[in-house]
């Protein structure tokens, strides 16, 4: 079984500011990815990063970076020079096993400010 | 290339009453999945198929069946809607063996049963 937890319901920034988003998991698959989704209000997931678990090195995307303590079960979203179009809700997510369904945390709903 | 599309977008039910969700993705996916997003709890898997001809049951099915019509379409049907299954119902498709194993969603469908 997989849970993530998400314990920021809320955060802000300011435009061109950083935040960190953060997750932590756990899982008893050995193999097993790691995901950052973006739902703005549109409804629709939108990708942001991806982390393979056997690979030590923290993935970026952009401005999009993660931390990931494989150790620790933690994976935090750094987010860079935040831009208005940042403000969405983010969701953590792990994926393992056979076929490798999706567990999500709660999210966080993330808010940029002008 | 539309990728994984749903239909209909929003539906209003009255108790008691059944309908069908339909998704179908054009990218020759393997495995299909059912989620609903109720509000501060994230997604939840509903149902999956691994592949052609095989269905699962997943986190919360009670209420719903699925059907995988061909490799294209899973279908989510209630039977007897019932004001808790009122949530926002993704469907999402991935492509075994790929790097990430990832998966694609489509843009939801926001049922409200009265």
């Known amino acids: 079984a997989q849970t993530v937890t998400q314990s920021q319901p809320e955060m802000s920034v300011q435009e061109a500011e950083t935040v960190t988003l953060s997750c932590t998991y756990d899982?008893?698959?050995?193999?097993?990815?790691l995901f950052w989704y973006k739902q703005p209000p549109s409804r629709q997931m939108i990708l942001v990063i991806r982390?393979?678990?056997?690979?030590?090195q923290n993935a970026t995307e952009n401005r999009f970076s993660v931390n990931f303590q494989k150790a620790a079960k933690s994976f935090s979203l750094k987010i860079s020079d935040s831009q208005l179009g940042d403000t969405a809700m983010y969701f953590c997510?792990?994926?393992?096993?056979?076929?490798?369904?999706?567990?999500f945390g709660k999210g966080t709903l993330l808010t940029v400010n002008p | 290339n539309a990728g994984v599309t749903q239909t209909p977008k929003f539906q209003v039910l009255k108790t008691g009453q059944s309908m069908t969700l339909q998704c179908a993705q054009d990218?020759?996916?393997?495995?299909m999945y059912w989620y609903r997003q109720d509000p501060g709890m994230g997604l939840r898997l509903i149902y999956y198929?691994?592949?052609?001809?095989?269905?699962d049951k997943g986190e919360v099915p009670n209420g719903y069946n699925v059907s995988r019509l061909n490799k294209r379409e899973f279908s989510l049907r209630l039977e007897s809607a019932a004001p808790s299954q009122t949530s926002v119902y993704f469907c999402?498709?991935?492509?075994?063996?790929?790097?990430?194993?990832?998966?694609?969603f489509g843009p939801g469908t926001r049922l409200t049963v009265l």
């Open positions: 899982t008893s698959e050995n193999n097993y990815y």
């Open positions: 990218m020759n996916h393997n495995s």
């Open positions: 198929s691994a592949s052609e001809g095989t269905t």
């Open positions: 999402a498709s991935r492509l075994a063996g790929t790097d990430y194993n990832e998966q694609f």
């Open positions: 997510a792990s994926s393992g096993g056979s076929n490798y369904k999706l567990t």
């Open positions: 982390q393979e678990a056997y690979k030590q």
